[in-house]
């Protein structure tokens, strides 16, 4: 009976992976928040408020989409099953919490972007750790020396891709010297995770193709990318037109 408990609520090791990702990242935004004109209390809470939201929103967004599945069974809304996740309604709705708050407490957009980078970019480095220990995000199979045993075959390790591009991107924005323009900092990280993930994409197993050509992940990856290239040049020219006193 003890061992049933133990696996029902012990947390599977690729969500401990993402936590400890997630106060290693706090920990390292907190050293640079006030550099971007943010206190650590606003930066602490701005994140807890976050986290919250991305949980209850990932599985309310979820359970919406699959309403006749759960009116059989109300407690599997409850479930501590990770599979029971929308991971594009948890961000949409992260997205509008974070911006609410910001709002109320009249934190400017683009420094706080930039206070925000560093858990942003070491949540990426867990996301990649998080899913090898998952076995998901899975490759191709291939014959290259390098590849991984993996759901019956050798494949691409395109979760250790990942994982080496983010702490690639992280090492690059961390030890360079910050921007004098607010936001370029943010859209420089979304740029190069957005690059690396159209590059290792092509490498996924994924069912979902677009044309059959694209994989879905590699066109939302164009898209972010090309967005944050036209945010780029947008914060270029706002900063050329402040007047200089």
Known sequence: M????????APPKHLILLVIAAWIGLTLAEKRAERHGLSKDHLNNLIFYGIVAFII????SFVLQNIPTFTKSLLDIFSINPDLFDSF???AITFIAMLIYGQRHNLALWPTLDALTPFFAIIAVGLGLSHLAAGTAFGIPTDLP???DLWNAKRHPTQIYEWLASLLTFCLLWFKKSSLHPGLTFLSFTSLTAGWQLFIGGF???NILI?????????????VL???FVLYEFRLKQEKQK???
Do not use: E, K
Not at 57 to 60: D, E, S, T
């Open 89 to 91: 309604g948890a961000l």
């Open 204 to 206: 996924r197993s994924s």
């Open 243 to 245: 007047p200089v006193y």
């Open 2 to 9: 003890i061992t049933i408990f133990r696996n029902l609520f």
């Open 211 to 223: 044309l059959n050509v694209l994989h879905q992940d590699q066109v939302m990856a164009w898209f």
């Open 226 to 228: 090309m967005t944050c």
């Open 57 to 60: 929103g990932g599985r309310v």
């Open 146 to 148: 390098w590849a991984i």
